[in-house]
């Protein structure tokens, strides 16, 4: 018995090398396939090219064979799912993408990198690929080459189109993430051009996402301009109201009570951004802790 594979490229070649010497040579269940059989592993060079080859010194029968080809189909099912599936996204993504410069590229590939478990498509292709061990089984039985990035794209058709999608949804959280830093400057520099009308606010958040705006004495500001948050029950409008209202009053200070052991919202940390080195989070204070108690009741 003999097979030659290659993984894609000289680089994942060498990857997939080092996870078959694992699997075979170090994990009891395949350990015992090598023991018996005389299991042999060697990365190759053929024609400038690295080639992994797998043989046994003796004849298999069929039950070992049918053994090594499970082991071996588990073997690069794990390894695409935890080595190759990333290295195809960023193959493409560099060699394609014209639109994009070399800089953002760098950029989605960490947004890629990052989030890519959160994205619909790549939950699909790793459904797609749950097929992968039986279909590489049923085919070592019959074949002794695999090139298993050509495997995938003929016999798991949809599997690399799905893997694909996930750089376009990369490439629109990049886009959002650029104009909204784009908007952040805007921002920053009308500040800059601008009095303060006061010195301190402290913003003080409750159930619901609704807020409370109160001066350096914790006393509500009491002014029809703020009233323009009641009544609105949608998370992005309280949202808005209240940077329009911080950019109204462009206050020296901006102190953020958020609650006792409570995560920060979003809100906040744009807040933090937007008015850089004039806002704070509130590291726990007695507003915060009757605010928490309030929102428990």
Known sequence: MAFTLTAGNDSLTTALYEKLENLFYQEPFAGEITAVCKLKIELLSVDGQKMLALWTKRTMTEMEFQSLRNALAGGLYGFVRETAAMAYLKERLFSGYGELLPAEKEQVYKILSKEINQYWEYGRANHVLARLPELLSDYLAEASHLHLQGFLRFRLPEYLPLLAKTIDRAIERYTIEKEYDAFIDLIQAFIQTQKSKISLVHVVWGKNH?????????????????????????????????????????????????????????????IQKIFSGRAMLCAGCKVCKETMQQSQK
Do not use: M, N
Request: include cysteine.
């Open 210 to 270: 609704c807020y409370r705006l109160l001066d350096e004495k914790y006393l509500p500001l009491e002014q029809d301009f703020w009233q323009q948050a009641e009544g609105i029950a949608v998370e992005g409008a309280y949202d808005d109201v209240l940077i329009s209202s911080l950019l109204y009053l462009l206050p020296e200070k901006i102190i953020l009570h958020t609650g006792c052991e409570r995560q920060a919202p979003k809100i906040a940390l744009t």
